[in-house]
């Protein structure tokens, strides 16, 4: 999924509990081969070694 989303261009995605579904070494794999960036602010990554997200990201799309 995350190779069809960097195709598709995403500039930015969402952590939901479904990112969580496969477990953390899943979630460690997604996102550090995205192309974009990850925003949540509800979640702290603590020790389990997934990037932390940014809190909010602004862009501009022209």
Request: with cysteine.
């Amino acid at each position: 999924m995350i190779d069809v989303m960097n195709k598709a261009g995403f500039d930015i995605s969402v952590l939901g509990n479904h990112e969580f579904d496969y477990g953390e070494v899943n979630l460690k794999n997604r996102v550090e081969q995205a192309d974009f960036d990850w925003v949540c602010a509800n979640i702290d990554m603590g020790s389990t070694g997934i990037p932390e997200p940014f809190d909010y990201k602004t862009i501009s799309i022209d």
